[in-house]
């Protein structure tokens, strides 16, 4: 049985690496999803490579009326909202004296203020449908993950605007999880470790992420690359499938007890200082 049959998906940063993999993991189990990312040919492409039903939702999420816009879009579309998966993101790294103010607030926008925004516009079509269904006595889950980092909960030298934002959605993920779990809301985090997407490919001049008129440099030199490799006990790095594996079990039924946790899918990351 496909067990997200009938749910609707919003999954940001879907048109490329771990959220492309979550978006084809939770198409697979019947949901219907949501792709948001930048831009619209890359949310159209991935859109048309999922199994199932899809809406691409184009959109810059860190513009303060693109979240509510993508949840509007997917009701307009299928009608319900099941599962939020915030997930977009991008690392802008440097040594913290050379960090400036608009690093350090682009590095807040997307991984703490968007995330925000698109939850507190999804609340309502999250929240009011569950009190009706506990009011008919029937418990309904909806699930939300986000994706946070082992920068977030272990911190990172050059990452310290980063991993400030990936702290900052644990304790918007923990807070919900105790404001939302009566309405059977789970609120999860995802922390990954090093995975092979273009955030960790060995920088070049194509790496680049496109922000306005700058062009921020992506990817890793070669040492750092290998070294960041070592650092799990599995003793290689992770790949894209196997973070969304982790994601979608935070959005499937065999979670529906689980909340407030950051599962830390790093293949066993041992070096850092853990809470
Ligand atoms: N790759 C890793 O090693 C690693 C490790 C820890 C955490 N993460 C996190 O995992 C998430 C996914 O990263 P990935 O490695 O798959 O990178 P990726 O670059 O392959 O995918 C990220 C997607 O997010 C989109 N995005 C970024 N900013 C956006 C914005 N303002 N509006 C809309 N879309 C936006 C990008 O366009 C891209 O398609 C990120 O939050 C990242 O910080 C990655």
Redo the contacts with the bound molecule.
């Keep these: 049985m496909q067990t997200l049959e009938g749910k609707t998906a919003i999954v940001?940063?879907a048109?490329?690496?771990?959220?492309r993999a979550t978006a084809e993991l939770l198409s697979a189990q019947g949901a219907r999803v949501v792709v948001?990312?930048?831009?619209a040919d890359?949310t159209a492409e991935a859109v048309e490579a999922l199994p199932g039903e899809a809406l691409a939702a184009p959109?810059?999420?860190?513009a303060p009326e693109?979240p509510a816009a993508v949840v509007e879009a997917a009701l307009e579309a299928f009608g319900r909202l099941d599962v939020v998966v915030n997930?977009?993101?991008?690392?802008w790294d440097g040594p913290l004296h050379r960090i400036t103010d608009e690093q350090f607030q682009a590095m807040l926008d997307?991984?703490t203020i968007?995330p925000f925004r698109l939850l507190r516009a999804a609340a309502p079509h999250l929240r009011e449908p569950a009190k009706q269904e506990l009011a008919e006595g029937r418990e309904v889950f909806r699930k939300v993950v986000n994706?946070?980092?082992?920068?977030g909960t272990m911190g990172n030298a050059l990452q310290a605007a980063?991993s400030a934002g990936?702290a900052g959605v644990i304790g918007l993920t923990k807070s919900l999880a105790k404001e939302w779990g009566r309405y059977r809301i789970n609120v999860n985090a995802v922390?990954?470790?090093?995975?092979?997407?273009?955030?960790?490919a060995a920088s070049s001049e194509e790496n680049v992420?496109v922000r306005g008129e700058r062009e921020i440099q992506?990817g890793m030199p070669e040492e750092a690359r290998s070294a960041g490799a070592e650092l799990a006990a599995i003793g290689r790095p992770g790949q894209?499938r196997e973070v969304a594996e982790g994601i979608a079990f935070l959005c499937s039924p065999a979670s529906n007890y689980v909340t407030g946790q950051v599962l830390s899918v790093s293949g066993g990351q041992m070096v850092g200082m853990s809470s």
């Design positions: 940001t940063g048109g490329r690496g771990i959220g948001a990312d930048l831009d890359v959109g810059d999420l860190t693109t997930n977009a993101g991008y690392a997307i991984h968007a994706v946070t980092s082992t920068a980063y990936k922390a990954p470790g090093f995975t092979e997407t273009r955030l960790t992420f992506l894209p």
